[in-house]
């Protein structure tokens, strides 16, 4: 039951990401559009509205763009280092291929990193991860990492990074160390071991486990279930 109800709450915190998904796809377009596009980015589409003008051949010009963007990125960076259409391009790319792992990747890195936008890549990275692809969990690392290093919201450092760890393909006792460090940051001393166990029961991984029973353990004894 208590593994059950531990499920349940990490699938509501996902859930609730995926259910503003349509607040940030527009939120992210507003700030991307906030530079008029010139004349030289003509081949960039404003909006994915043209999608059913493109008989069904959206992908396919998704991966042209995604070309562009980034001979774009590189004539700019080897340039005057700005990138005013930048935020647009990735945005066009991943709303005409919403699947597209690289450009929320890149985006979710990016933004921050060359634009001085965090706020932008918060955004990319939890519209990805409202889709289904490979590598999933690495975008929820990144949101982690973003509000540790640009925000200093532990907490919520700690509760992607969590996430992450239980998906397939992640470093599932790395990252359950990291969150558990992030979560000791936090400002959470108060006995609080909720989201420890929270991750402890649903974690799949015996070494994971393992791990943090020694945690909890150390601040309440616990009964041994793996």
Request: with cysteine.
């Amino acid at each position: 039951m208590r593994r059950v109800k531990t499920a349940a709450l990490t699938a509501l915190s996902v859930a609730g990401i995926c259910a503003g998904i349509v607040f940030l796809q527009n939120k992210l377009t507003a700030l991307s559009l906030e530079t008029p596009v010139s004349g030289s980015m003509a081949y960039v589409p404003q909006s994915e509205k043209i999608k059913p003008w493109l008989l069904g051949f959206h992908t396919a010009i998704a991966d042209y763009l995604w070309i562009r963007t980034t001979i774009y990125f590189g004539g700019q960076l080897q340039g005057n280092r700005q990138f005013p259409y930048l935020m647009h391009m990735i945005d066009i790319v991943t709303r005409l291929n919403p699947r597209f792992y690289p450009a929320y990747e890149f985006g979710g890195l990016m933004y921050s990193k060359i634009c001085n936008n965090p706020k932008a890549s918060i955004i990319m990275l939890q519209r990805g991860v409202c889709e289904n692809m490979e590598k999933k969990w690495k975008l929820y690392f990144y949101l982690g990492m973003l509000y540790h290093e640009y925000y200093g919201d532990n907490a919520s450092a700690a509760l992607y990074i969590a996430i992450a760890a239980q998906l397939p393909g992640a470093q599932s006792l790395k990252l359950a160390r990291l969150a558990a460090s992030l979560y000791e940051k936090a400002d959470k001393e108060s006995q609080d071991t909720g989201f420890l166990s929270l991750l402890y029961s649903a974690s799949e991984n015996p070494e994971v486990r393992r791990f943090l029973f020694d945690k909890l353990n150390a601040q309440a004894p616990l009964q041994s279930v793996y």
